[in-house]
């Protein structure tokens, strides 16, 4: 109720923008490696032929209203739908597109259990993960041979640590910039 209406004006600048749909779904692996749908706000025009899960910060599909949405991350407000859905949590890991979450082995396959969320540790460590994408030479293969390994040490991490406290100042980070530097780095260090 509080961002509908940012999210309604966000919704019709991305569809001015993008040519689309303002709002986007895609497909996303959830708990216990459910598929469900994840609303988001479209920020890319659609590009015949070019398919990547790892979207870099000068990927030329990410409109100029979409880059502003994505910087300040207004595009994933109306995943709070998927909160109430009961798809998602407001914290925990974040929801992969398959062919990640649903390919993990072993005790990898613990973060599983978790709900996905929409901010989370492993969220605000590579929260310039676009940026990171975009200075690798191939940002697919960086994606899937550093980042993501990461992530998914990080949410075991959490699985295993988590505290109320914890998520509450994940929160609170991921809207305060003072506290990201404080908390991310906090609970990384092992």
Excluded at 77 to 82: A, D, E, S, T, V
Excluded at 88 to 117: C, E, N, T
Excluded at 132 to 155: G, M, T
Aim: include cysteine.
């Amino acid at each position: 109720m509080l961002f509908g209406w940012l999210i309604l004006l966000a919704a019709f600048c991305a569809w001015l923008s993008t040519g689309g749909s303002g709002f986007f779904r895609q497909e996303r692996v959830g708990q216990h490696g459910v598929s469900f749908r994840i609303l988001k706000l479209r920020t890319m025009r659609v590009a015949n032929g070019r398919q990547t899960t790892a979207t870099a910060s000068h990927d030329p599909r990410i409109t100029r209203v979409g880059a502003i949405l994505r910087k300040t991350k207004v595009d994933e407000l109306p995943q709070f739908w998927n909160v109430l859905w009961g798809d998602m949590s407001v914290v925990g890991p974040r929801p992969d597109v398959p062919g990640f979450a649903d390919q993990l082995q072993g005790k990898d396959r613990d973060i599983l259990q978790l709900r996905p969320g929409i901010t989370g540790l492993a969220s605000l460590v590579f929260r310039h993960e676009e940026d990171l994408l975009a200075q690798a030479d191939n940002p697919e293969a960086f994606n899937s041979e550093v980042i993501y390994p990461a992530k998914v040490r990080l949410n075991l991490r959490y699985l295993h640590d988590y505290t109320l406290r914890r998520d509450i100042m994940y929160i609170l980070a991921t809207f305060v910039p003072s506290l990201r530097a404080r908390v991310a780095p906090a609970f990384t260090a092992s």
